[in-house]
């Protein structure tokens, strides 16, 4: 563990420690009352799911085109935290929903978009642990294509209306509620980041064992 | 570019001709989508009337099924013979091996599209021939879009194992705008006054999705096939 990633884990740590306080003194929204602070946990999550997404994407095609497993790596590791993030995301989504909408799920753009997304990087995941040698490059197509496809499910599941608070909203947001918004992003972020290297430093060093085991077999 | 598409061309007769002395994929194909409107048929048509607007539906549903089973065989018999690597080998163009499939799968869902769009109007009183041109646009545009993905990725699953597993896993939720796109713009073809506007908005999205799936397939079938 280098010691950046022993201060991000730390500063998260404490981030996630005082988190409590900091949003239970954002004030109340006037229509949700309390049940909108659900949202200081949900939007981070959902935009590390994303986070996570892109960076698998773009590894993956890094990896494809270089043959660095360095990015194979990096890509196993930001697909592992999308889905744990996209999970996150989709369990206190519908919290939220069934309070303020009365509804646990509703067929909304950005909801079914990013289930999708999560359904494709699950897949991911699966091809990894079931595809067997060689799925390397199979899961770099998938993540690749994954991203790509995020854009057609959006606009093509839009056209059944869409219920989800606008992402126009955050600039919008009184400082009070905006201070603990990015408070809890950067907690986040700095999670997500340690998380990251973590894992793919895992990762890089299982491939090494993996590559040190192939040439004894052959000597 | 003439090469290109003489590679392209070998491919597929060569598909075509293994196929002609089967009819192995096709024949079974077409048997499963004909079960799957059957199965459907007994799930949504009550006291013989069906349910409403579940045509459109049913039809892609019965597309991505048989597409699936199509694509699967295809390849596994490429697989079992151990011919894709013969193909890998050539001194050919892999963008215009991967052309040949996917030309090849497209006949073969053309044919079994042939069959499924008059058995759906058939059995489910759908309009068909309300807007035959629209239909056939959508069915193509969509057939292309699934088949696009589809290929590339069986393609890729013939070395993996548990493959006959994943390939739905992959190619379900990569394909979600076409079913969306394609259910969409066939129930508005075939709801009682068609929506011709909503057809083309859909036919539209289906067209871009084409072209960036099909760009996509062709720039990464040479490093996802490469050793």
């Known amino acids: 563990m280098t010691t950046a990633v022993k201060m991000q884990l730390a500063a998260a740590t404490l981030m996630f420690a005082v988190a409590p306080w900091v949003i239970n003194a954002a ?114 197509g998938l993540a690749l294509f994954g991203l790509a496809n995020v854009p057609f499910i959006y606009v093509s599941v839009n056209v059944w209306r869409t219920l989800h608070p606008k992402t126009s909203v955050v600039p919008t947001l009184p400082v009070e509620m905006g201070r603990p918004l990015w408070f809890c992003v950067t907690a986040f972020l700095l999670l997500f980041l340690a998380l990251l290297s973590l894992r793919s430093s895992l990762e890089r060093q299982r491939a090494r064992i993996d590559a040190l085991y192939l040439a004894e077999d052959e000597a | 570019m003439r090469a290109f598409f003489r590679v392209a061309a070998f491919v597929v007769r060569k598909d075509l001709t293994v196929e002609v002395r089967s009819f192995e994929v096709l024949s079974t194909t077409l048997f499963f989508a004909v079960t799957v409107v059957l199965i459907f048929a007994f799930g949504f048509v009550q006291e013989g009337v069906p349910v409403d607007g579940v045509a459109a539906a049913i039809l892609w549903i019965a597309l991505a099924f048989s597409g699936t089973l199509a694509l699967g065989r295809t390849f596994e018999r490429e697989r079992q013979a151990d011919t894709l690597r013969a193909l890998m080998l050539a001194p050919a163009d892999r963008p215009a091996l991967y052309v040949g499939k996917l030309a090849g799968i497209l006949m073969l869902m053309a044919l079994v599209e042939a069959v499924l769009v008059p058995m759906v109007g058939l059995m489910f009183q759908a309009p068909i021939f309300v807007a035959p041109g629209w239909l056939a646009g959508l069915l193509a545009a969509g057939t292309l879009g699934f088949a696009a993905v589809g290929t590339l990725f069986a393609a890729m699953l013939v070395r993996a194992r548990s493959r006959d597993v994943l390939l739905p896993v992959l190619l379900y939720p990569m394909t979600v705008p076409v079913m969306i796109a394609g259910v969409r713009g066939t129930a508005a073809l075939f709801q009682a006054e068609p929506d011709l506007g909503l057809a083309q908005f859909w036919l539209a999205l289906l067209v871009f999705f084409d072209a960036v799936f099909v760009t996509l397939a062709l720039w990464t079938f040479e490093p996802l096939m490469t050793d």
């Open chain 1, 27 to 140: 004030p109340h929204e006037a229509t949700m009352g309390l049940v909108y602070k659900i949202y200081f946990f949900h939007m981070p999550s959902a935009w590390m799911f994303m986070l996570g997404a892109i960076v698998a994407g773009v590894a993956s095609a890094r990896f494809l085109f270089t043959k660095n497993p360095k990015f194979d790596a990096t890509a196993v590791a930001a697909a592992e935290l999308a889905v744990l993030f996209g999970l996150l995301t989709l369990v206190s989504g519908p919290l939220w929903a069934r309070k303020a909408w009365g509804l646990w799920w509703v067929w909304d753009a950005r909801l079914t978009s990013s289930l999708m997304l999560f359904l494709i990087f699950l897949a991911y995941l699966l091809l990894r642990q079931f595809g067997g040698p060689g799925s390397e490059k199979l899961s770099a």
